[in-house]
């Protein structure tokens, strides 16, 4: 199965990849029997370099293999703009996903999970260039039956695509291979579409007894029936794991996110009561948990004065004993090495840490910001309002925490002052969002979506109240 891929192709054997990167490259061997926490010393020498060998590992209870607890998602490899190749056409960078992969490897990583689809259909592609450099069992390789589009749910088409995930990767076996994304479109309909009417599922069910494939699981989103219906048939399938959205704010918050998911906590709780292993994917809520409002992020860093923002939301995903891995889609060598050195090794948060995120995530959700970017494609506005003037406001006191929760709040008065002198002085009173009649003309010229009528019915109750001193 190999093929010339010129020089961001070649192989290196074992001898030459510990050439380059030392003995340390080999992989530890204190792996957690069950999914035990490591307990480590300290992961950095003094000049700041990670040191291998520290990273923290949890068991597969099928097959006995010691998966890293961070795992490298492959869907936003970086491009040669120096961009994420997820939102971007360019050219993925071929050497730079090399080297990102081999310092992976060189600190523990073993688990890379891609798909047909990600990258725009050329991170399996990448992905099978850059891993098929190293021994094979060096990783583990989890990718996707990503038959989404009804035009690709025949049989035919489905077979296609799964056979061309071994010819992209250059493998002779998937090692962790998932039904993509159930639970999305319409639900039950579209999942025995993709999976029972066309026989896939059981076809897959086969290439497992076969060893084509090693372990069968599925990545969860949207309709809860789908979720709690295949884990009804586990007893038969045998899920060998399955793929769920776990964050300190999803974890009991998710319908406050997005109304169509269903709270991580509840997902979790289930896979444990039928001892299937979970990988989880968004730890960072889409990015949300890594750039959190500054009062926050102050907080974060005033309990934790070493550690980034994001490693509390790795930190928390880790903690739970029957995660097997925590999937992380890293563009940058920066990103890389903060992760690895959050698990190397993972330090389990204690019931203060847990608490602790409880009340950020009630803090977080409390006052979302709007997603305005200034972009000025609202205005003018005919009646004369400064929209994103309004917007940008409301959103900086929330950065700042200037927004009390209640008027019971100890800072309520210096919230409610900074709040209102600043309102004025940065937005005129006859342009406020009080003068805002709801004619809607801004909507269709949002690029962001943003309902800027309902914000600013929002924003000018939030500040009536304030001004009255009303409870809220």
């Known amino acids: 199965m190999e093929r010339d891929n010129k020089d961001n192709g070649k192989r290196i054997d074992r001898r030459e990849f510990l050439k380059r990167f030392g003995g ?47 795992g490298y998602g492959c869907m936003r490899w970086p491009t040669v703009d ?110 025995f579409a993709r999976y029972f009417d066309n026989g896939m599922l059981d076809f897959l069910i086969s290439e497992r007894e076969k060893g084509k494939i090693r372990n069968l699981g599925f990545s969860y989103h949207g309709d809860i029936r789908v979720f709690d219906y295949l884990l009804s048939r586990h007893d038969e399938i045998k899920w060998d794991f399955v793929q769920i959205q776990l964050n300190y704010v999803d974890w ?68 739970f004993p029957g995660v097997l891995t925590v999937l992380s889609g890293m563009t940058y060598m920066e990103h890389l090495q903060d992760n690895i050195k959050t698990y190397s090794p993972l330090k389990p948060l204690t019931d203060d840490d847990m608490a602790f995120l409880e009340e950020i995530a009630r803090q977080m959700l409390r006052y979302p910001t709007i997603p305005c970017n200034d972009c000025q494609y609202c205005m003018p506005c005919p009646y004369g309002l400064d929209i994103p003037g309004v917007l ?39 342009r406020q969002a009080d003068h805002c009649t709801g004619c809607r003309e801004c909507v269709a010229h949002c690029p962001q979506g943003i309902d800027i009528p309902a914000e600013m019915r929002r924003i000018d109750k939030f500040v009536e109240d304030m001004k009255q001193g009303r409870p809220f």
């Open 82 to 191: 120096n961009d994420s190749a997820r939102d971007s056409d360019g050219e993925i960078d071929q050497e730079m996903v090399n080297r990102l992969v081999d310092y992976a490897i060189e600190h523990g990583v073993n688990y890379f999970d891609t798909s047909p689809v990600y990258c725009k259909g050329k991170s399996e592609h990448a992905t099978g260039i850059a891993l098929s450099r190293h021994p094979r069992d060096k990783y583990f390789i989890a990718t996707k039956l990503s038959n989404s589009s009804p035009a690709v749910w025949s049989r035919e088409a489905s077979m296609v695509m799964y056979n061309n995930s071994f010819k992209e990767l250059q493998v002779e076996y998937i090692d962790y291979m998932l039904l993509h994304s159930v639970g999305m479109g319409n639900g039950m309909d579209t999942l």
């Open 392 to 430: 940008l406001h409301f959103n900086k006191c929330i950065n700042e925490g200037n927004m009390p929760s209640s008027s019971q709040d100890a800072n309520y008065r210096k919230a409610r002052r900074a709040f209102l002198v600043g309102y004025d002085r940065s937005v005129p009173r006859l």
């Open 252 to 319: 009991k918050h998710a319908k406050e996110v997005n109304e169509r998911n269903t709270d991580a906590e509840y997902l979790y709780g289930e896979l444990q009561k039928r001892g299937i292993p979970a990988i989880i994917m968004e730890p960072l809520l889409g990015g949300r948990l890594s750039s959190v409002h500054d009062h926050i992020a102050a907080k974060l860093k005033q309990k934790k004065p070493d550690e980034s923002v994001a490693s509390w939301a790795f930190r928390f995903a880790g903690t």
């Open 24 to 70: 340390g490259a080999a992989l530890t061997a204190a792996a957690l029997a069950g999914c035990k926490t490591d307990d480590g010393t300290s992961d950095s020498e003094g000049n700041g370099e990670i040191v291998p060998g520290k990273m923290t590992y949890r068991t597969n209870p099928k097959t006995g293999e010691k998966v890293s607890i961070l």
